[in-house]
């Protein structure tokens, strides 16, 4: 046995060897070949540039413009929806956040909303996350951003709300059709790495500026994880236990409800945690259509470079993610137990504290629904004659602005040679390969690393992929963004080993460290390029510094919990054996979690792409400018577009490369466990 | 035993809620004479006109007002809003939404104006002259000029910067790690199509245009290039408020005549004078709404708006604040914008 597993780790020595040989030479045999050839073919388009495509798209978006008040698929369709979108964001916005019923202020005031998050979090979590939630609320209210951060809790609920009861339903179907899952997955693919920014503009012709687009939009990004992950719980059911319900004479339905769904519902938790915090990512996004919340705070700042007060902002929907994250795990992981059948005994003595915790919260929502103090978030309290302020924002933002302007003036210096190193040694030769070698030897050399390192269908898919960014238009825009991609990807993944590495060794870190990643992934990234921007200058490596900050988290944290379930008896006995803590890092924990770093890249470079927008925003250029172009320029709408669509075949491209060497590595370490 | 410690620790804890809520609702009802939502001890002034009896009778309805993202352009709104409540008790509903969606938002009803334009030929073409669906009511008063522009220290140590023929002369300064070996000339908001890229090509100049690609980016830049004295040329315009922290210098080039930029291709002169424009929905124009009249009225010039923006900007005050100060302070202008309401 231990004979046969040695020899396929030899083998698999040899084939990765051969692999990383094969791969050396392509890059190789293109340098030498871009020598010759450099500069021809490049199929440039200038930015203020269109094609024939483009412009068939321009007349599109103008004749839904001018047919919009009589076409019946407007006045039957998406009439009906955008009234029903604006009803169920305007119901919730006057229960938490805007006048309602002819009264000054919302049903439900501040008190109601802290108490009834608390026990929800209690009921639904356990005692620590109600605490949690009952802290960040009043944090929150503190910040004295309180009617804002209710908006967007308002439009957040009412779009994780509509995700739920389309997705959960549609994930089911693909869990249980092959077909289905195949025509659903590329489609999903497809609303997770479109730009929001290029159908945000046609967005509002059809259902008008206002919550019913912003939900809208929100929507279409924050559907798909819980359609998939739904998807895949019901897939992961063991066969075994179906067999077994099957033999006892269970039908298709009674399969269903009996058996896949208690044992998926701890994933299809976890779904609808991804779906809550891709909502919340949106909130910035959906103020430019006036979408009401914390975004249009963070917009409005920014137009006069008001760092401060958007980081306090942005805070707030940092909190907001924090509390709604950790209160879905924790219901996930009660879900897993109750999922295992205990959850009677629980229920025994549980149901007397819930009851009082019930009346205690319908007192306080009476409370904040009657009197003022309770309904509006106080700005200070007078307690007989003593004033206490209640004021916590402005010191938040007073900290901030200083901390942005010292960084300015005084880091100046450092982070411009960074920059200008990066760029000089990274960016500029990696995008001249990319981008000045005639477009058949790049597409070739891609073809070919994809047939090494992914497979036959991986190179299939990048023929298929290249041949539609051709037609796009946009090629050398797409090579440009392919570059920082890469590069971009390279610096997460360092990050992500470095740091990933020693959160999976050390609890202690991964406490502390955890709630920054969390913050990073949620903080709207416009608030902090205003410094970046200073720091470094509009650029390129701004762009990728943006992409990294987003993008880092995800792959630190996946890193970090491949690490941590290495089993420790394999760790104890590498010690055993004398080797040393950097030996049992590279010899031990990283190998055995090949499959978890190749996961994690495959996830960094999906979040790098979500960034190119953003980066088109602060110099990034290329498709990323593209795509803000045709927002601001109706005769720029259909470079836009193509943009988009461009920025969706390199995802897929990258991701089914990724995806197939992940599934390699995972073939050839299987030979360990 | 675990559900056992779990229970008493969730039962203490319901006796703590209770605690809290009593403590809680006491000091709601004695410590602040439990002031009641709605009711007439009630200091709330965002109800706005409702539930004051002072203002005359409603006859302006809602006004629909779009607010683009740029500080002078929420100047313009801030006044307009000022007025139309407070004079002609409108409810005013600010939309905070880009130019395109602006204007599409003519063709959806939801937008009745639009107070400072830019340009945008192909938006006035399609909704103006093609769907009628708006109208052009002339110029706001404002006078956009959208050109080349150094930081002031530039313009001190080198004199002659400001003559487009020495741009080339000084070319190797402007270098960066984005322009590949020439010369950088930075274009920033996406939402004007700009002619510099010919303009480079047809007076020869050793420079190539890089995408900023958001009015953020071009501020911080001259913002850090004034402060660490860093050679800095790019686009810009005025009216904007922040050349009032830092007062950027116009390169001057070719000058403008009329014609000179019609082929977009060979274009060689300076960009024209925009005359920045009012442009309202058709509906709202035939409504008889005295808020039409307000805005058909409303002229300022780029000096008035540069006070308001940079009361919001700069010294931070709300938009309501800055616009009562302004208006306060320039009776005669406001009457003659409310004349006929």
Request: glycine letters at 8%.
């Given at each position: 046995?231990s004979?046969v597993?040695?020899?396929?780790r030899?083998?698999?020595?040899?084939?990765?060897?051969?692999?990383?040989?094969?791969?050396?030479?392509?890059?190789?045999?293109?340098v030498l070949?871009?020598?010759?050839?450099?500069g021809h073919?490049t199929?440039?388009?200038?930015s203020?540039?269109?094609?024939?495509?483009?412009?068939r798209?321009n007349d599109?978006n103008?004749?839904?413009?001018?047919?919009?008040?009589?076409?019946?698929l407007?006045?039957?369709f998406?009439?009906?929806?955008q009234v029903?979108?604006?009803h169920?964001v305007t119901?919730?916005?006057?229960?938490?956040s805007?006048?309602?019923?002819?009264?000054?202020l919302?049903?439900?005031?501040?008190?109601?909303?802290?108490?009834?998050a608390?026990l929800?979090?209690w009921v639904?979590?356990?005692?620590k996350v109600?605490?949690?939630?009952?802290?960040?609320?009043?944090?929150?209210g503190?910040?004295?951003?309180?009617?804002?951060?209710?908006?967007?809790?308002?439009?957040t609920?009412?779009a994780?709300?509509?995700?739920?009861?389309?997705?959960?339903?549609?994930?089911i179907?693909?869990?249980?059709?092959?077909p289905?899952?195949?025509?659903?997955t590329?489609?999903l693919?497809?609303?997770q790495?479109?730009?929001?920014?290029?159908?945000?503009a046609?967005?509002t012709?059809?259902?008008?500026i206002?919550?019913?687009t912003?939900l809208?939009?929100?929507?279409?990004?924050?559907?798909?994880?819980?359609?998939?992950?739904t998807?895949?719980?019901?897939?992961?059911?063991?066969?075994?236990?179906?067999?077994a319900?099957?033999?006892?004479?269970?039908?298709?339905?009674?399969?269903?409800?009996?058996?896949?769904?208690?044992?998926?519902?701890?994933?299809?938790?976890?779904?609808?945690?991804?779906t809550?915090?891709?909502a919340l990512?949106?909130?910035?996004?959906?103020?430019?259509?006036?979408?009401p919340?914390?975004?249009?705070?963070?917009?409005?700042?920014?137009?006069?470079?008001d760092?401060?007060?958007?980081f306090?902002?942005?805070?707030?929907i940092?909190?907001?993610?924090?509390?709604l994250?950790?209160?879905t795990?924790?219901a996930?992981?009660r879900?897993?137990?109750?999922?295992?059948?205990?959850?009677?005994?629980?229920?025994?003595f549980?149901?007397?504290?819930l009851?009082?915790?019930?009346?205690?919260t319908?007192?306080?929502?009476?409370?904040?629904y009657?009197?003022?103090?309770?309904?509006?978030?106080?700005?200070?309290l007078t307690?007989?004659?003593?004033?206490f302020?209640?004021d916590?924002?402005s010191?938040?933002?007073?900290?901030?602005?200083s901390?942005?302007?010292?960084a300015?003036?005084?880091?100046?210096?450092?982070?411009?040679?960074?920059?200008?190193?990066?760029?000089?040694?990274?960016?500029n030769?990696?995008?001249?390969?990319?981008?000045?070698?005639?477009w058949?030897l790049?597409?070739?050399?891609?073809?070919l690393?994809?047939?090494?390192i992914?497979?036959?269908?991986?190179a299939?898919?990048a023929v298929?992929?290249?041949?539609?960014?051709?037609a796009?238009?946009?090629?050398?825009d797409?090579?440009?963004?392919l570059?920082?991609?890469?590069?971009?990807?390279v610096?997460?993944?360092?990050?992500?080993v470095l740091v990933?590495?020693?959160m999976?060794?050390?609890?202690?870190?991964d406490?502390v460290?955890?709630?920054l990643?969390d913050?990073?992934?949620?903080?709207?990234?416009?608030?902090y390029?205003?410094?970046?921007?200073a720091?470094?200058?509009?650029s390129?490596?701004?762009?990728?510094?943006a992409?990294v900050?987003y993008?880092a988290p995800?792959?630190?944290?996946?890193?970090?919990?491949?690490?941590?379930?290495?089993?420790?008896?394999?760790?104890?006995?590498?010690?055993?054996?004398?080797?040393?803590t950097?030996?049992?890092i590279t010899?031990?924990?990283?190998p055995?979690?090949?499959?978890?770093?190749?996961?994690?890249?495959?996830?960094?470079?999906?979040?790098?792409?979500?960034?190119?927008?953003?980066a088109?925003?602060?110099?990034?250029?290329?498709?990323?400018?593209?795509v803000?172009?045709?927002?601001?320029?109706?005769?720029?709408?259909?470079?836009g577009?193509a943009?988009g669509?461009?920025?969706?075949?390199?995802g897929?491209?990258?991701d089914?490369?990724?995806q197939?060497?992940?599934?390699?590595?995972?073939?050839?370490t299987n030979?360990?466990? | 035993?675990?559900?056992?410690?779990?229970?008493?620790?969730?039962?203490s804890a319901?006796?703590?809620?209770?605690?809290?809520?009593?403590?809680?609702?006491?000091?709601?009802?004695?410590?602040?004479?439990?002031?009641?939502?709605?009711?007439?001890?009630?200091?709330?002034?965002?109800?706005?006109?409702?539930?004051?009896?002072?203002?005359k009778?409603?006859?302006?309805?809602?006004?629909?007002?779009?607010?683009?993202?740029?500080?002078?352009?929420?100047a313009?709104?801030?006044?307009?809003q000022?007025?139309a409540?407070n004079?002609l008790?409108?409810?005013?509903?600010?939309?905070?939404?880009?130019?395109q969606?602006s204007?599409?938002?003519?063709?959806?009803?939801?937008v009745?104006?639009?107070?400072?334009?830019?340009?945008?030929?192909?938006l006035?073409?399609?909704?103006?002259?093609?769907?009628?669906?708006?109208?052009?009511?002339?110029?706001?008063?404002?006078k956009?000029?959208?050109?080349w522009?150094?930081?002031?220290?530039?313009?001190?140590?080198?004199p002659?910067i400001?003559?487009?023929?020495?741009?080339?002369?000084?070319?190797?300064?402007?270098k960066?790690?984005?322009?590949g070996?020439?010369?950088?000339?930075?274009?920033?908001?996406?939402?004007?199509?700009?002619?510099?890229?010919?303009?480079?090509?047809?007076?020869?100049?050793?420079?190539?245009?890089?995408?900023?690609?958001?009015?953020?980016?071009?501020?911080?830049?001259f913002r850090?290039?004034?402060?660490?004295?860093?050679?800095?040329?790019?686009?810009?315009y005025?009216?904007?408020?922040f050349?009032n922290?830092?007062?950027?210098?116009?390169?001057?080039?070719?000058?403008?005549?009329a014609?000179?930029d019609?082929?977009?291709?060979?274009v060689?002169?300076?960009?024209?004078?925009y005359v920045?424009?009012?442009v309202?929905?058709?509906?709202?124009a035939?409504?008889?709404?005295?808020?039409?009249?307000?805005?058909?009225?409303f002229?300022?010039?780029?000096?008035?708006?540069?006070?308001?923006?940079?009361?919001?900007?700069v010294?931070?005050?709300?938009?309501e604040?800055?616009?009562?100060?302004?208006?306060?302070a320039?009776?005669?202008?406001?009457?003659?914008?409310?004349?006929?309401?």
């Amino acid at each position: 046995m231990s004979a046969v597993s040695a020899l396929a780790r030899v083998q698999w020595r040899s084939v990765r060897l051969n692999r990383g040989t094969m791969v050396a030479i392509v890059l190789a045999g293109w340098v030498l070949l871009f020598g010759f050839v450099r500069g021809h073919d490049t199929l440039s388009l200038a930015s203020a540039d269109v094609n024939g495509l483009h412009t068939r798209l321009n007349d599109l978006n103008s004749s839904v413009g001018a047919n919009r008040n009589s076409n019946p698929l407007f006045v039957y369709f998406f009439n009906e929806i955008q009234v029903g979108a604006t009803h169920l964001v305007t119901a919730f916005q006057a229960l938490l956040s805007q006048p309602a019923n002819g009264r000054p202020l919302p049903l439900i005031g501040w008190l109601g909303v802290v108490a009834i998050a608390t026990l929800l979090s209690w009921v639904f979590g356990n005692l620590k996350v109600a605490l949690l939630a009952l802290v960040g609320l009043l944090f929150i209210g503190l910040q004295g951003v309180w009617q804002p951060a209710m908006d967007t809790l308002a439009l957040t609920i009412a779009a994780v709300f509509i995700s739920l009861l389309i997705g959960i339903p549609l994930g089911i179907w693909a869990g249980l059709s092959d077909p289905f899952h195949r025509v659903l997955t590329p489609l999903l693919d497809f609303m997770q790495t479109m730009p929001t920014f290029v159908y945000l503009a046609p967005l509002t012709l059809l259902f008008l500026i206002g919550p019913a687009t912003g939900l809208i939009a929100t929507l279409i990004y924050a559907l798909p994880p819980v359609i998939r992950i739904t998807a895949h719980g019901i897939r992961t059911v063991p066969t075994g236990t179906l067999e077994a319900s099957r033999s006892l004479g269970s039908t298709r339905s009674q399969a269903l409800v009996k058996v896949m769904l208690p044992m998926a519902r701890r994933t299809i938790v976890i779904g609808i945690n991804q779906t809550i915090m891709a909502a919340l990512s949106m909130v910035t996004i959906a103020a430019l259509v006036a979408a009401p919340g914390l975004g249009q705070t963070v917009v409005q700042a920014l137009e006069s470079q008001d760092v401060g007060t958007a980081f306090n902002a942005g805070l707030a929907i940092v909190v907001i993610a924090i509390v709604l994250d950790r209160v879905t795990t924790a219901a996930s992981a009660r879900a897993d137990v109750n999922g295992r059948g205990r959850s009677g005994n629980v229920g025994r003595f549980r149901r007397p504290v819930l009851i009082g915790g019930t009346v205690v919260t319908a007192v306080l929502v009476y409370l904040s629904y009657t009197y003022e103090l309770a309904a509006s978030f106080p700005d200070h309290l007078t307690i007989g004659s003593r004033r206490f302020g209640l004021d916590l924002g402005s010191s938040i933002i007073r900290a901030s602005t200083s901390a942005t302007n010292w960084a300015q003036r005084d880091l100046h210096s450092i982070t411009d040679a960074i920059k200008n190193t990066v760029t000089y040694h990274g960016i500029n030769p990696l995008q001249t390969l990319l981008d000045s070698s005639p477009w058949w030897l790049t597409f070739a050399a891609i073809v070919l690393l994809a047939l090494i390192i992914g497979g036959v269908r991986a190179a299939a898919v990048a023929v298929l992929c290249l041949s539609l960014i051709i037609a796009t238009g946009l090629w050398q825009d797409s090579m440009d963004t392919l570059a920082a991609t890469l590069l971009a990807t390279v610096l997460v993944m360092a990050l992500g080993v470095l740091v990933g590495v020693w959160m999976g060794r050390s609890k202690r870190a991964d406490q502390v460290i955890r709630p920054l990643l969390d913050a990073a992934q949620v903080m709207p990234s416009f608030v902090y390029l205003v410094p970046f921007v200073a720091l470094f200058a509009a650029s390129r490596f701004t762009g990728v510094i943006a992409a990294v900050v987003y993008a880092a988290p995800v792959a630190i944290k996946i890193v970090a919990d491949g690490i941590a379930g290495v089993s420790a008896t394999t760790v104890e006995a590498a010690r055993a054996a004398g080797s040393n803590t950097w030996q049992i890092i590279t010899k031990v924990q990283l190998p055995m979690s090949i499959r978890t770093l190749a996961l994690a890249t495959n996830q960094g470079l999906i979040y790098v792409l979500a960034m190119v927008v953003v980066a088109g925003l602060v110099g990034g250029g290329a498709l990323g400018y593209d795509v803000v172009a045709g927002f601001s320029q109706s005769s720029l709408f259909g470079k836009g577009l193509a943009a988009g669509v461009a920025i969706v075949l390199l995802g897929i491209l990258l991701d089914r490369i990724t995806q197939a060497a992940a599934r390699r590595a995972d073939a050839s370490t299987n030979t360990y466990r | 035993m675990g559900r056992f410690t779990s229970s008493s620790r969730g039962r203490s804890a319901v006796r703590r809620l209770s605690v809290v809520a009593v403590a809680v609702s006491m000091a709601v009802l004695a410590g602040c004479g439990g002031a009641k939502v709605g009711g007439t001890s009630s200091t709330t002034t965002n109800a706005g006109g409702t539930s004051s009896g002072t203002v005359k009778k409603t006859s302006c309805g809602t006004f629909n007002l779009a607010d683009n993202p740029w500080v002078g352009y929420e100047a313009d709104v801030a006044v307009i809003q000022y007025l139309a409540k407070n004079k002609l008790n409108c409810t005013v509903a600010v939309k905070h939404i880009t130019e395109q969606v602006s204007w599409q938002g003519f063709s959806t009803g939801q937008v009745d104006a639009i107070l400072e334009n830019w340009g945008h030929d192909d938006l006035k073409k399609q909704y103006i002259d093609n769907t009628h669906v708006a109208q052009d009511l002339g110029s706001d008063g404002l006078k956009g000029v959208i050109g080349w522009y150094v930081p002031p220290w530039m313009a001190t140590a080198y004199p002659d910067i400001t003559d487009w023929k020495s741009l080339n002369k000084y070319a190797d300064m402007f270098k960066t790690s984005e322009s590949g070996g020439k010369g950088q000339l930075l274009d920033g908001d996406p939402s004007y199509v700009t002619n510099d890229a010919a303009l480079v090509k047809n007076l020869n100049l050793n420079f190539k245009v890089v995408q900023g690609g958001s009015e953020t980016a071009l501020i911080q830049s001259f913002r850090a290039a004034q402060q660490n004295k860093k050679p800095l040329l790019a686009y810009f315009y005025s009216p904007q408020w922040f050349l009032n922290e830092v007062p950027l210098v116009k390169v001057n080039l070719p000058p403008y005549t009329a014609g000179c930029d019609s082929n977009a291709a060979k274009v060689a002169c300076d960009y024209p004078a925009y005359v920045l424009n009012k442009v309202v929905s058709t509906k709202f124009a035939n409504s008889g709404s005295p808020a039409f009249t307000l805005v058909k009225n409303f002229s300022w010039t780029n000096e008035d708006q540069n006070v308001v923006a940079k009361y919001i900007a700069v010294d931070k005050m709300s938009d309501e604040a800055a616009a009562k100060k302004w208006v306060d302070a320039n009776p005669a202008k406001v009457n003659t914008w409310l004349n006929g309401t």
